[in-house]
Nanobody, 124 residues
Framework: QVQLVESGGGLVQAGGSLRLSCAAS????????TGWFRQAPGKEREFVGA????????YYADSVKGRFTISRDDAQNTMYLQMNSLKPEDTAAYYC?????????????????WGQGTQVTVSS
C-alpha cells in the first residue's frame, strides 16, 4: 500500500495563492492515479482535481477550473496542487488520495488510500 502526507496548507487572503504537496511512501507512486479532495465543515467531501499515472490527463471540478493546477513528480513521489486566486469558499481541509486502477476518477469511493488532510483557510 501507499502512505500519503499532505503539507502546505495555511491562512491566506482572498486572491492569494498556496501550493499543497502530497508526499507518498511505500509502493511505487507512479503506479497510482492520484487526486485532491476537500471538505468544509458541515459539508460532504468534494472532488477538486485528479491526475493520471503519467500526468497526461487531468480533471478539475468546475469550481476550481482555471485557478487550480494539479501536477506530479514521480521521481520525488510527490503530487502538487497549485491554488491561485483563492476565494473564501475554497476554505476546507484538503486531502490527497491515490487509487490502484488506471482510470482517473472523480468519486472519493474509488480511491483506496488517503492522507490525513491539511487545512486551507481563505480570509475575505
Amino acid at each position: 500500500q501507499v502512505q500519503l502526507v499532505e503539507s502546505g496548507g495555511g491562512l491566506v487572503q482572498a486572491g492569494g495563492s498556496l501550493r499543497l504537496s502530497c508526499a507518498a511512501s511505500g509502493r511505487i507512486f507512479s503506479r497510482y492515479v492520484t487526486g485532491w479532495f476537500r471538505q468544509a465543515p458541515g459539508k460532504e467531501r468534494e472532488f477538486v482535481g485528479a491526475i493520471s499515472r503519467i500526468g497526461s490527463i487531468r480533471y478539475y471540478a468546475d469550481s476550481v477550473k482555471g485557478r487550480f493546477t494539479i501536477s506530479r513528480d514521480d521521481a520525488q513521489n510527490t503530487m502538487y496542487l497549485q491554488m491561485n486566486s483563492l476565494k473564501p469558499e475554497d476554505t476546507a481541509a484538503y486531502y490527497c488520495a491515490a487509487r490502484s486502477g488506471a482510470a482517473v476518477a472523480m468519486t472519493s469511493s474509488e480511491y483506496d488510500y488517503w492522507g490525513q488532510g491539511t487545512q486551507v483557510t481563505v480570509s475575505s
